[in-house]
């Protein structure tokens, strides 16, 4: 598998965590929040593999930036930045 792959692996893999994260505490705070934010945030209440690929490309974007800071403290090698997408 190439470098890139493994990093798409990375990213995806991250990206899943990081939409378990948020479900977790948009569902906290869920009550304090306007109702027209609940009824936006609950069609996201789902698994990762069932979010649209916008949904999906937002927590992408979090995600990247773990990856980055795992390259900034070496803890994974560093690659061309177009590795990421």
Same mark, same amino acid.
């Given at each position: 598998?190439?470098?890139?792959?493994?990093?798409?692996?990375?990213?995806?893999? %991250?990206?899943?965590?990081?939409?378990?994260?948020?479900?977790? &505490? !948009?569902?906290? @705070?869920?009550?304090?929040?306007? +109702?027209?934010?609940?009824?936006?945030?609950?069609?996201?209440?789902?698994?990762?593999?069932? %979010?649209?690929?916008?949904?999906?490309?937002?927590?992408?974007? &979090? !995600?990247?930036? @773990?990856?980055?800071?795992?390259? +900034?403290?070496?803890?994974?090698?560093?690659?061309?930045?177009?590795?990421?997408?």
């Amino acid at each position: 598998m190439k470098t890139a792959d493994h990093l798409d692996n990375l990213v995806e893999a %991250l990206a899943e965590i990081e939409h378990l994260q948020w479900v977790h &505490w !948009s569902k906290a @705070v869920a009550p304090e929040v306007a +109702e027209a934010t609940r009824r936006k945030w609950k069609c996201c209440w789902t698994d990762y593999s069932k %979010l649209s690929d916008d949904a999906k490309e937002a927590d992408r974007i &979090w !995600s990247r930036k @773990v990856v980055a800071l795992l390259r +900034e403290h070496k803890l994974i090698p560093l690659y061309e930045s177009t590795d990421l997408g």
